[in-house]
């Protein structure tokens, strides 16, 4: 994260440099959404330091600012660059949007699988969990097959990300030939 959020730092220092400030002569909002989604990008970190222990009363109201805060600074991002497209100097093509909407449509796809594998993960870990409880009760404590599905969700897990990170490339490399064609 902190590499992310330097280049993130450095990007932004870089554009207002070679715009040599803000340009105030546009209604394109791009500019605007970008500089919101990078206070936002910002502040996460810094949520991050005062977040409250695992056990803490309020670190559920922490975890869901968190995501918030998030997911609406990149929500802002991918709009702003949507909108970078209009802009006069960007020269980017049509195609530009297609390529954003493939990413934008996986990304979800990906998000959305993550979130359901966790959430059924831990559906299945906590009922395992009190088998575990009522067989150690009873006298049986071996429970065959918890370690191992939890090897298995982690295997999957790990694959989907590498075919996402392969996928995140891909997306990165079309994009940055278009710039550069531009």
């Known amino acids: 994260m902190l590499v992310a959020l330097t280049f993130v730092v450095i990007a932004f220092i870089v554009i207002f440099v070679h715009k040599n400030g803000w340009n105030y002569e546009t209604d394109n909002p791009h500019a605007v959404l970008g500089c919101i989604a990078t206070v936002l990008g910002l502040l996460q970190p810094i949520m991050a330091l005062f977040r409250p222990?695992?056990?803490?009363?309020?670190?559920?109201?922490?975890?869901?600012?968190?995501?918030?805060?998030?997911?609406?600074?990149?929500?802002?991002?991918?709009?702003?660059?949507?909108?970078?497209?209009?802009?006069?100097?960007?020269?980017?093509?049509?195609?530009?949007?297609?390529?954003?909407?493939?990413?934008?449509?996986?990304?979800?796809l990906f998000h959305l699988f993550f979130q359901v594998h966790t959430w059924t993960s831990e559906r299945k870990k906590n009922n395992e969990v009190k088998m575990l409880d009522l067989a150690s009760r009873g006298g049986n404590i071996a429970q065959p097959g918890v370690p191992e599905k939890n090897h298995v969700n982690q295997a999957v897990r790990q694959i989907f990300l590498g075919i996402y990170v392969i996928f995140v490339v891909a997306i990165l490399i079309a994009l940055y030939a278009m710039i550069g064609a531009a």
């Open 53 to 108: 222990g695992p056990d803490h009363p309020k670190r559920p109201i922490f975890n869901w600012l968190h995501l918030t805060v998030g997911n609406v600074a990149q929500l802002l991002a991918v709009v702003a660059i949507f909108y970078a497209k209009k802009l006069e100097t960007s020269g980017l093509g049509d195609y530009f949007y297609a390529v954003m909407a493939v990413f934008v449509i996986v990304y979800l």
